[in-house]
């Protein structure tokens, strides 16, 4: 059975940093591409970051130069540091691994970016 679980979200102020933590178990996240979404009050959900099985990194527009995905094999754990952040980046955070055509997600975390 495939958990992935997000920790790490809370409250920043406006230019301060987080660093969320997506642990996962009954899969291997080396295995699979992996990626970091986000939802909004009241928005779609919105891709953030992914990272390939062999390490080809994505960002949106929106995060990119601020953002930094990566991931521990030892772990099993994806990160996404945020740096610089700004009230717009105020959302639920998401994990998602595809596997065998399945997306599996975590619970999310809330991240609130405010002064």
């Known amino acids: 059975q495939v958990q992935l679980v997000e920790t790490g979200g809370g409250l920043a102020q406006p230019g301060g940093s987080l660093r969320l933590s997506c642990a996962a178990s009954g899969v291997t996240l080396d295995d699979y591409p992996i990626a970091w979404f986000r939802q909004a009050p009241g928005k779609e959900r919105e891709g953030v970051s992914s990272i390939t099985t062999d390490g080809y990194i994505y960002y949106a527009p929106s995060v990119k130069g601020r953002f930094t995905i990566s991931r521990d094999s030892a772990k099993n754990t994806v990160y996404l540091r945020m740096n610089m952040m700004k009230p717009e980046d105020t959302a639920v955070y998401y994990c998602?691994?595809?596997?065998?055509?399945?997306?599996?997600w975590g619970q999310g975390t809330q991240v609130t970016v405010s002064s």
């Open positions: 998602n691994v595809r596997r065998f055509g399945l997306d599996y």
